[in-house]
C-alpha cells in the first residue's frame, strides 16, 4: 500500500512539473514570437512604402535599407539568442576564441543600431578608444551580448545617452560598461532579472519586465566564453551600468602586435568617427506647409514607430511622436490641432488604455479620434478599448492599407462633426445641442459590438432627426405638426435608448391636429428640457407626456414631466432674457412671441413636476 502512494505521489509531482514545463513554454512561444513579428511587420511595411513611392528620393531610400538592415540584424541576433540557448541546454555551445579590439566591435553595434534610437536627444557614445583594449573570447558571441545589452538599454532610454567605456581590471581582465540614462530597474528586482523564468507580470522596469530571451541569455554566453556579465547599480528614473567582463588578450599576441604597429597610421577622419560622442541618425524628413494635419503616433517600439512615419510619410499629414504615455499626454496638451492620435496599448507606464481614458476627459469621442493599435484582440481586450473611449481599433501586425483607410474614416467622420459644431448657433436656436449628437453617436458605437441590429436602427433614428434638422430654417420655416411629431419621436428613441427604463414617453395626440402648421422645432425643445433638468436629475428617471388637442381655436400642446421640478425663484427667470440661463426654451419662447405675441405657459412645482404648454391659433391650417 504504502508503494502505491509514493507511486502516485511521484506520479502527481511529475505531473505538476510537466504542466509547469509546458506554462513556461507558453510563455516563451508567446514572448518571442512577439518578438519576431514586429520586427517582421516593420520590414514589410517599410518595404511596401518604398515600393508605393513615385518619387524614389535617393537619401530616404537609403535611410529606409538601412533601417531594413537594422531590424533584420535584430532578428537575427533574437535567433541567434534561441539557437544558442537550446545550444547550452544540450552542452553542445562552440566557442571560436580570437583576439581582436573591443573599439570595433563596439562601433560595428553602435552603427547598426543607430536607426533604433527613438530620438536624436539619445547619443550612443563609444568612449572605448581605438587599439588599446584587446580581449580573447568569441567575437560573434560578444557582439551578441553587447547587442542584447544596447537593445536592452534603447528600449528604456528616452533621452540623455548610452555610453561604453573599457578598463583593464585584475591585470587579466577588461571591464567593459555600459550605461544608460534610462527609467531604471527597482533595487528589489536586480537579482531576477537574468533570469529566464521570472514572472513576465512584475512590473520591474516601471511597468514592463524585458521581453525575450536576452538578459538571461547574454549572461550564460558571457560565462561560456570565459567571461561574466552582472548589473553593477541601477536606480529608478537615473538609469543603469552593466558591466560585461572580458579576457585580456595577451600583448604579446601577433595580433596585438599587428595592430600596435600600424596604430598611428590610422586616419584622423576614422579616428574622429569612432570616438564620435554623438552618433547620430539624420533626422526624419518632415513636410509642414502648415495645411497638413497633425497625427500624433504613440508606441514604445522604435521599429513600430518607425513603420508608421514611413506610412504617412509624404502624405496629408505631419507626424508628431511620442514613446511613452506621459509624453503623448504633453504633446496632446501642447498641440491643440492634432486630428488623431494612433496609440499602442502595451506600453510602460502608462498603458493605451490610461492615455486614452486621461484624453477623453479633455476631447469628445468625435473632437478628437483615436485608433488603438494593439497585439491583443479579444472581444474583452476590444471591449476596454472602446470603454476607455477609442473610436477604433486595429491589430498587429496590419496591412498600411487598412491602417490609412481607417485613418481616413475617422478624420471623415472628425471633419463632418467640426462642419456640423460651424454650426453651433443655428444648433442653439434649433435646440439641437452637440452633446446630444456626442450621446447619440456614442450609444450607436458601443452597440455595433453588441446589437448590430439595434445599432442599425438608432442609425436610422438618427439620420432621420439629423435630416430633418439639417432641412430647416428655423427662423422662418412652418412645419406640419405631423413631421415635428415624428422628429420628436426620433429623439425620444435615440434617449430611450441613452437612459433605457429610467425614460418612460406617453403620446396622446389628436390625429386631426397632424396637418395643421407649427413653427419649426418649438416642441422637442420642450421635450429635452424635460428629460435633461425634471427627470434624468432624478436616479428612477420618470415619465413625460405629450398631448397634442384641439381646443375652442386653439391645438393646445402639453408637455408634461413627473421629474424634480422648479423652485419658484428660478421658474421666475427660466424665460427672462437678462438672466443666462436655459437659452433653449428662450429661443422658443422668444420665436412664439415673435409669431403669435404670446409665448410659453410653465408651471411647475418642486418634487411634482412640470407642466409646459403651447397654444397656437387654428388660423394658421392648412
Known sequence: MKQHINAYNKIQTINSDLISLDKLRNEFLISTSHEFKTPLHGIINIAQAILNKNDRNTAKVDENLAYIISTTTRLSSLVNDIIDFQSIQNEELKVNKEVFDINGVVQAVFDILAYMRKNEEIQLINSVPIGEYYVYTDENRFKQILFNLIVNSLKYTENGFIQIKADVVEKNYINITIEDTGIGIDEKY?????????????????????????????????????????????????????????????????????????????????????????????????????????????DDDVCNIKVLQEIFYDSDYETLVAYNGANALELVKKHKDISIVLLDVMMPGLSGYDVCKRIRKEYKLFEL?????????????????????????????????????????????????????????VFLQSQIRPHFLYNSLSVIVSLCYRDGRKAGELLGELSKYLRFAFDIDPYNSFISLKEEISFVRSYVKLEKARFGERLEFEFDIDEACLQNTIPALVIQPLVENSIRHGLVKRISGGRVKISIKKSNDYIKIVIQDDGVGIDAEKLKGLLDDSISINSGLKNVNKRLINEYGYGIIIESKVGQGTTSTINIPLKLNI
Open 190 to 298: 536586480h537579482d531576477e532579472i537574468f533570469e529566464r523564468n521570472i514572472d513576465i507580470d512584475k512590473n520591474v522596469f516601471n511597468g514592463i519586465f524585458p521581453s525575450g530571451l536576452g538578459l538571461s541569455i547574454s549572461k550564460l554566453l558571457a560565462s561560456r566564453i570565459g567571461g561574466e556579465l552582472y548589473l553593477k547599480w541601477s536606480e529608478l528614473d537615473k538609469g543603469s551600468i552593466f558591466v560585461v567582463k572580458m579576457p585580456k588578450a595577451n600583448d604579446d599576441s601577433d595580433v596585438v602586435r599587428q595592430e600596435l604597429d600600424i596604430k598611428n597610421n590610422i586616419t584622423t577622419s576614422r579616428s574622429d568617427e569612432k570616438l564620435s560622442t554623438n552618433i547620430l541618425c539624420e533626422p526624419t524628413e518632415t513636410k509642414n506647409n502648415g495645411e497638413k494635419l497633425k497625427i500624433l503616433l504613440v
Open 369 to 425: 479620434p483615436i485608433l488603438l493599435l494593439t497585439v491583443r484582440s479579444t472581444p474583452d481586450d476590444i471591449a476596454l478599448g472602446f470603454e476607455a473611449g477609442a473610436n477604433d481599433f486595429l491589430t498587429k501586425p496590419f496591412n498600411f492599407m487598412e491602417l490609412k483607410a481607417r485613418v481616413t474614416t475617422l478624420q471623415k467622420m472628425r471633419i463632418a462633426v467640426r462642419e456640423a459644431l460651424k454650426m453651433e448657433t
